[in-house]
């Protein structure tokens, strides 16, 4: 495995939190975000990740080196899969430890957060009667994406 | 020569995973109003275009040899 990568195959949390483990971590938190079922009374069939790989992997380093930055001691690994997933399959994982929690918290949120914001990474919903990209309609920022 | 590459929307719309453009230089905006003008509906101003794999601004130059990617709005996670 790398700490920062994008998978074609299920992801296996363990490997993930083994990585981040060692003597001087209190706290790991492990967060795994799941296919859902219903979004809004709309029934998902299945999703269509995908992504532009070399540049996914490096923006998900990218995080790893904001958040060690900003929270001293953390380690992190961070896995995106993509293709066909079904219900309650895993599409991300980020692992986080810590000397202390609070920071494998916080830390663990702004992971998921700066995820959604910069790295090229695209969901397709498929549905029983349609299809649809998903991501918002957002204008560019004239100051460009990594703004915060 | 310049090297786009279109994902998710845009692979669907312009129908092809990337092309070549034959230019030496053009600026961000230039690229994505050739994108506006040749694929009717790209949706331009949603769009971030990537260069050599980094995020870049409009005003930014692309020259011969960079590859670059057109990103729609991003949705992982």
């Given at each position: 495995m790398k700490p920062f990568e994008i998978v074609e195959t299920p992801i296996e949390p363990g490997k993930y939190t083994e990585y981040?483990?060692?003597?001087?971590?209190?706290?790991?938190?492990?967060?795994?975000?799941?296919v859902r079922e219903w979004t809004h009374g709309?029934?998902?069939?299945?999703?269509?990740y995908e992504a532009y790989v070399p540049?996914?992997?490096?923006?998900?380093?990218?995080?790893?080196?904001?958040?060690?930055?900003?929270w001293p001691g953390v380690k992190v690994a961070i896995a995106h899969r993509i293709g066909e997933m079904h219900i309650s399959d895993i599409a991300v994982i980020i692992a986080v430890s810590s000397p202390h929690r609070k920071a494998a918290y916080e830390a663990n949120e702004y992971a998921i957060e700066r995820i959604k914001e910069i790295v090229p990474?695209?969901?397709?919903?498929v549905w029983e009667d349609g299809e649809e990209w998903l991501g918002g309609q957002k204008k560019y920022p004239e100051k460009g994406i990594e703004q915060k | 020569m310049i090297k786009v590459s279109y994902f998710a929307r845009l692979r669907e719309l312009t129908g092809k995973s990337d092309e070549t453009i034959e230019q030496?230089?053009?600026?961000?905006r230039e690229l994505l109003e050739w994108a506006e003008t040749t694929y009717p509906g790209?949706?331009?101003?949603?769009?971030?275009?990537a260069v050599n794999e980094e995020y870049a601004l409009k005003e930014d130059v692309i020259q011969s040899g960079d590859s670059c990617a057109f990103i729609p709005p991003v949705s992982g996670g």
């Open positions: 981040v483990l060692h003597a001087g971590a209190g706290a790991v938190t492990v967060f795994t975000g799941h709309i029934r998902t069939l299945y999703l269509a540049m996914a992997e490096k923006k998900l380093a990218q995080i790893g080196a904001e958040m060690e930055g900003q990474i695209w969901k397709k919903e | 030496q230089s053009m600026t961000v790209f949706g331009k101003d949603t769009v971030h275009v």
